[in-house]
C-alpha cells in the first residue's frame, strides 16, 4: 500500500520535479514463478527490476514472497487469451467469471501493486472486459501495464478513460533469443528513452536476457540512463501515451 500511494501522489506532483534532458528506463520481467535458479538471478539483478509473476507457476507464491522481502515491486502476470489455464481470461466469458479468475489469480500471488497481461492479443482488444477491469483495479488501487502484445489493444485507451495509474510497454527486448539481439533491444531502448525521456521494457527470465542484463545494467549509469522503478516512471509518464501509442498524450 505505501508504493501505491507513493505512487498516486507521484502522478500529481513527479512530472513538475522531472529534471529536463533525463532519460529513463523502467525494466520488468514476465513469466516469473517458474523456475527457482532462473528466478532468483532475476531477484539478483541490480537496480530496480519489476517481478511480473504468473498465477499458474509452481513457485507464484513463494516467489511473490521473496520479491516482496527484496523490496521489489511485484506485479501479477494475468493471463489472457490466447493464454490457457485456470486463471485465463477469455472473449466471451462473462463479467462475474472473469471477476473469479482475478481474484483466484491476485490469492494466488501476493503483495502486487500492479498487473500486466500475459499474451492477451485478443482479449485485451475487448472495450466491455477491459473497462471493467481497469476500474476493478482502481478499486483495488492496483496500476496496469499494458504490455501491448496487440495493436489492437484498448487496455492503456481504458485504464487512460477512467485515470487509473498506468503505463505501456516501448520495447521487448528478447523477442530474439540470442544475446546479439537482445544486446541492439537494450541499445533501441536507451535510444527511446534519450529521444522521448523515458522507455519501459519487458524482458523474460531466459539465460540470455539475464547474461545480457546481468552485463549491461551495470553500465547504464555510465551513459547517463537511470534505470527508475515503476512506479517513478507511472509518475514520470503521468498518465500520458508516448507518440508511438497515442497523439497528444491519448491513445489511439
Known amino acids: 500500500m505505501r508504493g501505491l500511494l507513493f505512487a498516486l501522489i507521484c502522478l500529481f506532483t513527479?512530472?513538475?520535479?522531472?529534471?529536463?534532458?533525463?532519460?529513463?528506463?523502467?525494466?520488468?520481467?514476465?513469466?516469473?514463478?517458474?523456475?527457482?535458479a532462473r528466478d532468483a538471478r532475476v531477484l539478483a539483478l541490480p537496480g530496480p527490476v519489476t517481478l511480473a509473476i504468473m498465477p499458474d507457476t509452481p513457485h507464484a507464491t513463494e516467489f511473490a514472497r521473496q520479491g516482496h522481502r527484496a523490496g521489489k515491486t511485484v506485479m501479477l502476470h494475468m493471463p489472457m487469451d490466447p493464454a490457457t489455464g485456470p486463471y485465463a481470461w477469455h472473449p466471451g466469458t462473462p463479467i462475474p467469471e472473469l471477476e473469479q479468475r482475478l481474484l483466484a489469480a491476485l490469492a494466488?500471488?501476493?503483495?502486487?501493486?500492479?498487473?500486466?497481461?500475459?499474451?492477451?492479443?485478443?482479449?485485451?482488444?475487448?472495450?466491455?472486459?477491459?473497462?471493467?477491469?481497469?476500474?476493478?483495479?482502481?478499486?483495488?488501487h492496483l496500476f496496469f501495464v499494458d504490455s501491448r502484445t496487440s495493436a489492437a489493444t484498448v487496455a492503456a485507451a481504458k485504464a487512460q478513460a477512467q485515470g487509473l495509474a498506468h503505463l505501456s510497454r516501448d520495447v521487448f527486448l528478447d523477442d530474439l533469443r540470442t544475446p546479439e539481439a537482445i544486446a541492439r533491444q537494450l541499445q533501441?531502448?536507451?535510444?527511446?528513452?534519450?529521444?522521448?525521456?523515458?522507455?519501459?521494457?519487458?524482458?523474460?527470465?531466459?539465460?540470455?536476457?539475464?547474461?545480457?542484463?546481468?552485463?549491461?545494467?551495470?553500465?547504464l549509469k555510465a551513459q547517463g540512463?537511470?534505470?527508475i522503478e515503476i512506479h517513478q516512471m507511472i509518475?514520470?509518464?503521468?498518465?500520458?501515451a508516448m507518440p508511438a501509442h497515442g497523439k497528444n498524450g491519448v491513445y489511439r
Open 108 to 140: 494466488k500471488v501476493p503483495f502486487v501493486s500492479g498487473i500486466n497481461n500475459h499474451m492477451g492479443s485478443r482479449m485485451t482488444a475487448q472495450p466491455e472486459a477491459m473497462a471493467w477491469l481497469m476500474g476493478e483495479l482502481q478499486r483495488r
Open 235 to 240: 509518475a514520470e509518464r503521468s498518465n500520458r
Open 188 to 219: 533501441v531502448a536507451i535510444a527511446l528513452a534519450r529521444k522521448q525521456g523515458s522507455a519501459v521494457m519487458i524482458g523474460h527470465p531466459y539465460p540470455q536476457t539475464l547474461d545480457v542484463l546481468e552485463r549491461e545494467l551495470p553500465r
Open 225 to 227: 540512463i537511470e534505470l
Open 14 to 36: 513527479g512530472a513538475a520535479h522531472a529534471a529536463p534532458g533525463n532519460a529513463y528506463l523502467t525494466l520488468i520481467i514476465d513469466d516469473l514463478g517458474q523456475s527457482p
